[in-house]
């Protein structure tokens, strides 16, 4: 079991930046991908990025590449998301999620433990 708690959220400008934190407690966090997704109203939710449980793969929607940057520091038991060069189309609701493999995924599904999902608003 894995319980997390999303941070940092918040109203910036085009252009600016924001991090994103992860709180997750649990024995499993170690062994978990890591990943974000996001969600604005009317729409589904989206992967935004992953991170494996060593750290050494990650991925990102092509929407952010280039912009945001994913990290982990497992004996804090955090996980963070750099955002830079916010647009107005990355305004949503950031979710912070944990999957039970060691095999990096950007599958929705697989993700099974989810935070309670922190604001992010872009104004231009």
């Known amino acids: 079991q894995v319980q997390l708690v999303e941070s940092g959220g918040g109203l910036v400008q085009a252009g600016g930046s924001l991090r994103l934190s992860c709180a997750a407690s649990?024995?499993?966090?170690?062994?978990?991908?890591m990943g974000w997704f996001r969600q604005v109203p009317g729409k589904e939710r989206e992967f935004v990025s992953g991170?494996?449980?060593?750290?050494?793969?990650?991925s990102y929607a092509d929407s952010v590449k280039g912009r945001f940057t994913i990290s982990r520091h497992n004996v804090k038991n955090t996980v963070f998301l750099q955002m830079n060069s916010l647009k107005p189309e990355d305004t949503a609701v950031y979710f912070c999620?944990?999957?039970?493999?060691?095999?990096?995924?950007?599958?929705?599904?697989?993700?099974?433990?989810w935070g309670q999902g922190t604001q992010v608003t872009v104004s231009s």
């Open positions: 999620a944990a999957a039970p493999t060691t095999l990096m995924t950007t599958r929705l599904t697989a993700y099974k433990y």
């Open positions: 649990g024995r499993s966090f170690s062994r978990s991908v």
């Open positions: 991170i494996s449980w060593t750290g050494s793969q990650t």
